[in-house]
């Protein structure tokens, strides 16, 4: 069988799959310094992320026989979320590998959801393999979290609601970025807008390997970093594909700018922002990306840790 | 010139006049037990809660007279932003009463949106007395929280929303209610639903009065609530006379009801609600309301100290 590519033609198909299932989540107003851009407020979907949309689009995509099969997918917990939603809701088996330190609130709802959660250690355990080693003992379609075809065209649903909701293409999206696959997603459903990623410092795999023109790999002793749902070893060559000559230059974000945004998000917008969902944002108040009136700024998950969240918050993080 | 009295049709002109600036905020599923009922995210205003509604609807139907000599509001907060929102939009002056220990960031708030603020100490002062004062002194148009009729219909006008939002009318609407505007609103907006009030304990003024048939003030030593928005002295009649025979018999939560409310509304909704803004939703997961799949409840105000919030969702307070 042929390897899907993903299209525009695919991101409006999976537009309409997941209108028919998610209303759209609310392009809000927002004061960026003097301008007033978009935040598009991805934390409000069932599962507190924009994941949901991939997940579904793929699941609802798949054969009879291979929903009797189950799905196995990867995640640090909000692709996690998503899959086992969609699992759930199509009666699929849904098998997700996880890495040991994920946040406890998104092991607890994947698990919630009814998925079982088989745990890796990072970085001795490579995610990758464990789930290959998994598919072949048990069977099941791989789900992949940014590198699928599908997924891509659905994490680029949210492009097709936002022209809908602005009544006009946005000059540009901003996009948090882990692996890559809903800038990817983003590049095909808004063909005319431009597409700014924002990385974690440390952790930006996709701005390194457009710049580079090649897959870049994560050092073995990148930085911490808060933004735990952006932490990629690398990303995909097809996310490079798609990206390359397309997307702006990568922009990075550090810890304090990051938890800056989430305190912003708390007072101007009453909306949670986990790190990983605010990284977008935090370069908009950086003035790392410029910001006009059309302009719309993803906050992409809000399954934020409440310890964390709460020190962030009161100032003592 | 005669006492205008509030009307449906009040409240749908109203509702005209809120949609041609303010879009609807979003009306969003919650899992209350087993029972998938609704949440109206009013803390997703522009100002975070509700308020702005009948502020609106109130200055945008001041005569150009009445514009000219500016209004005078007294507000725990909440009403003070969103008159102070409204007033800067119509280019009104705006004096705003406020209690000298009202949560910090409702008071600069108030100001950064242009406002003056004056302050008064409670329960020494009487803040009605005190505007009354500032009237008599300066001039100005009195907008009342709660006992304002245009100011009860603009805040009916969620209730036309939220019919429109959920192709059918209400089951129940379940709201926090301080003076008893909201309440009156939306016993007016939506004619066909069962109206449940909430109230913190101690502070049941509405519920007292409706039970009474007669105004119930405050007990001097009334005990001390989280809900800073919901401390009336009492209802005002023209409050009364809407709600009594209308409304359910009213409720009341406790301090530790709102808190568990708050935390749910951050790990499922992802929404910063304030305490006063979470009332409703305590007393519904507190199964102190009916719930069906037709209910709605209130999220009025996500406007929160964050210390306290940080202290509540850390599981500290």
Redesign the interface.
Known sequence: MAERIPTTQGVIAAAEAVAAIL?PT?L??VAIGDVQAWVK?E??Q?I?AFKIRGAWWRLSSLTAAERAGGVVAVSSGNHAQGVAWAAKRLGIRATIVMPHDAPA?KLANTRMLGAEVVLYRRPQEDRDEVAARLIAEQGGTLVHAFGDPWVIEGQGSAAIEIAAQLGRAPSRIIACCGGGGLAAGLALGAPGSAIHLVEPEGWDMVGQAIAAGALVHAAPQAPKTICDALQPNATKPLNLALLKGRAEPGVTVTDAEVRAAQ?FA??Q?????EPGGAAALAAALAGKVPVDEDTVIMLTG???D??D???T???SA
């Open positions: 209303p609310p809000l107003p407020a934390v409000l069932p507190g609130v305190r708390f007072h917008l009453r909306l949670v922002v809000g399954n934020a409440p310890a969240y709460a020190a918050i009161a100032g």
